[in-house]
């Protein structure tokens, strides 16, 4: 944490940039913006309070994935975009989730009635990095979402959209099934032989 001021206001401004404007309060805190500090640049215009503890610089453009990156922020970075909503970052479906769904690594206790939470881990090769948040890979939203209260019809509707794309393979998505809940499993199987069924 630097003294100078200009300093502290660069440090954040970087940190903002690669979070598509956002921060947290604790994160502002780590740089040395004090509570009352930070209620002053509310106050003054320079920073615009977007929910309890999350701030975005003024002016910063309205960008297509916002909400990704807030509740990226909002989860301290732990959240990757999973189930339903990664089902629409994919375009797998046509499925609209009606909350921002996320897997964060267990213990995590924080809530908001505008995100599904999913406690899990995830390996590196299940993960896409976006700028400023983090989205499951298509193979790991397809097994997620099979094993999540969808209809069987967005299941297989996804299935085939992932494989016409090239998103995955059939192959891939059998050996997925056989590390994945007998739920996801099921309905992945049930998925793929529809396909064939209709071929």
């Known amino acids: 944490m630097s003294a100078d001021p200009r300093d502290r206001r660069r440090q954040l401004n970087a ?3 690669s ?3 956002y921060f947290s309060a604790a994160q502002a805190l780590d740089f040395g913006y004090s509570y ?3 209620r002053y640049h509310v106050g003054a ?3 615009v309070r977007v929910d309890r503890g999350l701030f975005r610089l003024a002016g910063w ?4 994935d916002d909400e990704y990156v807030l509740w990226s922020v ?5 959240g990757v975009v999973s189930h339903d909503s990664a089902l629409y970052v994919h375009q797998l ?8 769904h996320l897997t964060v690594p267990p213990p995590f206790r924080k809530e908001d009635k505008l995100v599904q939470v999913h406690l ?3 390996d590196e090769n299940e993960v896409e990095q976006r700028r400023g948040w983090r989205v499951t890979t298509p193979l790991r939203t397809l097994v997620d979402a099979a094993g999540w209260p969808i209809s069987q019809e967005h299941v297989d509707q996804a299935v085939v959209d992932a494989l016409e794309r090239g998103a995955v393979t059939r192959r891939e998505i059998i050996a997925a099934s056989y590390s994945a809940s007998e739920r996801a499993a099921l309905r992945l199987e049930r998925a793929l032989g529809r396909m064939v069924d209709h071929a």
């Not at 453009?61 to 297509?64: D, L, N, S, V, Y």
């Not at 909002?74 to 732990?78: A, F, I, K, M, P």
């Not at 479906?93 to 921002?100: A, E, F, I, R």
């Open 61 to 64: 453009p309205t960008e297509q």
């Open 93 to 100: 479906s046509d499925l609209v989730p009606t909350k921002t």
């Open 19 to 21: 979070q598509a404007g």
């Open 74 to 78: 909002w989860s301290r970075n732990l």
């Open 45 to 47: 215009g320079n920073w």
């Open 15 to 17: 940190l903002a940039y």
């Open 36 to 38: 009352p500090v930070q």
């Open 120 to 122: 899990g881990t995830l």
